[in-house]
């Protein structure tokens, strides 16, 4: 298997997918003239030309919109947000019509459309354009959410939402568009529903998604040194969520702490922590912890920001508390 880079398994899927079906195209803003903001669109315009890779004005209701309508008609849109931050200003288009649109139709019309690009923390971007909004798409019937954390990931999901037939939200991270993985040269799908243990173990679980993935990682291994063998489950996908994973790895070492990078209150973490919390009360030794963010608005101080956030020491500390040390 090739080693490539997070932003290089995007930008295979979507060539792979627009060369495989001429419905599939991209929009956004500056993802053909500059090769997208992050340039993972690099190429694609010479390639496909300027009818399926399409710059738009800085309108995210607008072009958002203009997705929803081509997918309405049969074509099979991908929606570039420059940054979920930016995805608020397209929020009533997603909720009020690609989510609902297949129910208020009695099933038909379908919305093959997929909504992609960063979300989460960055670095330097202050209150408004340093937000995890996972949470408020995973609310919402009708949109199916995925987090890959890793370009293998990255890859096999985003070929998958692609060929869904309903709206899927696609979130990255500019932090980790640059990380290098594994992927394989043949095609292959990664189907939604289906959480990934990215490190077996028997004596606490760590549930964790998207960029965080790392940090749990890095955490796991400063925990062996402890004489702890932490099992990592990585989500991948929040709706559907494979609760089945979670449970069976609970029930095994009878310890649990979720990892989010976004608010305490109402997130994706807390959800699980009382999934978990509910479901397995029976099998715990310990209340469940939840890692999480500060509930604050991001600081633009790079110290402070730091600080807000999950860390390894965090989820030591979170590590700790429920194995007694």
Known sequence: MAEITYREAIRQAIDEEMSR?????????????????????????????????????????????????????GLRPIVEWMTFNFSLMAY?????????????????????????????????????????????????????????????????????????????????????????????????LIPFGQ???????????????????????????ELEKMGVDAEVIDLRSIRPLDEKTIYESVRRSNRCVVIDESWPFASVGSHVAWLVSRNCFDML??????VSSDDVPMPYNHKLELAVQPSVEKILTAAKKVLYL
């Open 92 to 188: 009533d288009q997603v909720v009020n019509n690609a989510a609902k649109m297949l129910y208020m139709s009695g099933g038909q019309i379908k919305i093959p459309i997929v909504f992609r690009g960063p979300n989460g923390p960055a670095e330097y971007l202050a209150a408004q354009h340093s937000q995890a909004l996972q949470s408020i798409y995973a609310h919402i019937p009708g949109l199916k959410v995925v987090a890959p954390a890793t370009p293998y990931d990255a890859k096999g999901l985003l070929k998958t939402a692609i060929r869904d037939d309903n709206p899927v939200i696609f979130l990255e991270a500019e932090m980790m568009y640059s990380w290098k993985g594994e992927v394989p040269q043949e095609e292959y």
């Open 21 to 73: 079906d001429e419905r599939v195209f991209i929009l956004g803003e500056e993802v053909a003239e500059y090769d997208g903001a992050y340039k993972v669109t690099q190429g694609l315009l010479d390639k496909y030309g300027d009818r399926r890779v399409m710059d738009t004005p800085i309108s995210e209701e607008g072009f958002t919109g203009f997705g929803i309508g081509a997918a309405m008609a």
């Open 285 to 290: 030794d310990a209340p469940v912890e939840l």
């Open 195 to 221: 959480a990934d243990i990215k490190r077996k173990g028997t004596d606490i679980t760590l549930v964790t998604h998207a960029k965080p993935l790392r940090m749990v990682l890095e955490a796991a291994a």
